[in-house]
């Protein structure tokens, strides 16, 4: 009996709100029949509604710091005590903000905490901190409430500045007109002078897409490969412009030395100094004009990173 009793527990409240299939209630009402104490249950619940009107408007003018917590964090409450919260919630607009204001934190915990590195388990442990502060009472009033919060929310998701990406600005690289090779597409070729033409302008917005059109086209070109990615990156695109900066193809190319420049600057911009020290030490074992570059930026990593 006592399995059963639990088991029809839970229905009768769905019984009394007419909320079960034909079938569920005919099971309902069979066993009513032959359990005095689920009959008890049914009266009860029966008489709640009355009840728990009346005792809502006896209680403080807002609920406790423990009942607005428990309801919020989805911890066991009984039937009585869940349906006092939701009936002062739907006349309390203070307490209905405070709640609102403390599930929008909730749904920042993981970025949140993504972005602030910090474990899980502590930055649940600093947002129930931060519960506990909006809902002491005196509650606060609603439109404290939305300042204190924006403050908040200001404080946890707030940039931090960047670090890495102020070491580096990245400036265009020098263009030499060229003549059409007989390996290369004529369509392709003039699509890309037609962008290499307002590059030199400093016009890159208007330059991206005819050197897309000319990178996309004839991906075996390093010039064309190269010129497309730093564009790219001048537009603050920076990851698509390592993905034509960092093809195969330049590597085998005169590009290859610039490329490895720009490349490693990019990486500073996207807050990635690992992955620029790769490229900047490689860059600092070469033969051209940006080792001493490279050399210098290292410097300049270590010294933040020494901070």
């Not at 088991?7 to 005095?36: A, G, M, N, P, W």
């Not at 129930?128 to 809902?135: E, M, T």
């Not at 404290?144 to 500045?161: G, Q, R, S, T, Y």
Request: glycine share 2%.
């Amino acid at each position: 009996m006592a399995e059963k009793n639990r088991h029809i527990d839970s229905l009768i409240s769905f019984y009394i709100d007419d909320e079960l299939t034909e079938e569920q209630r005919r099971e309902v009402e069979t066993h009513l029949k032959q359990c005095e104490s689920c009959q008890e249950l049914l009266k009860a619940q029966q008489q709640g509604d009355g009840l728990i009107k009346e005792y809502v408007s006896k209680q403080a003018e807002h609920l406790s710091t423990e009942e607005l917590l428990a309801y919020q964090e989805k911890q066991k409450l009984s039937a009585w005590q869940r349906n006092v919260i939701e009936s002062h919630l739907e006349s309390c607009v203070d307490c209905q903000q405070l709640l609102q204001a403390v599930e929008t934190l909730d749904e920042m915990e993981p970025e949140v905490a993504k972005q602030k590195k910090l474990e899980h388990t502590s930055f649940k442990e600093f947002l129930h901190q931060i519960k506990n502060l909006l809902f002491r009472k005196p509650v606060i009033s609603s439109a404290v409430a939305v300042a204190v919060m924006a403050l908040i929310i200001f404080l946890i998701v707030k940039p931090e500045p960047h670090r890495y990406g102020s070491l580096v600005q990245i400036s265009p690289a020098p263009y030499a007109a060229t003549e059409l090779r007989g390996e290369q597409n004529r369509e392709s070729f003039e699509k890309f002078q037609q962008g290499m033409k307002v590059y030199r302008n400093n016009n890159f917005t208007a330059a991206e897409q005819p050197l897309r059109e000319a990178a996309d086209s004839q991906t075996d070109n390093p010039q064309f490969q190269f010129y497309c990615g730093l564009t790219l990156l001048l537009n603050q695109k920076y990851e698509a412009g390592l993905d034509h900066l960092e093809q195969k193809v330049i590597r085998q190319s005169v590009y290859h030395a610039p490329s490895l420049w720009y490349i490693s600057q990019a990486y500073l911009k996207l807050e990635e100094p690992e992955t620029a020290i790769t490229y900047l030490k490689e860059l600092s074992e070469t033969d051209s004009q940006y080792s001493v570059k490279a050399t210098e930026l290292l410097n300049k990593i270590d010294t933040i990173r020494s901070e």
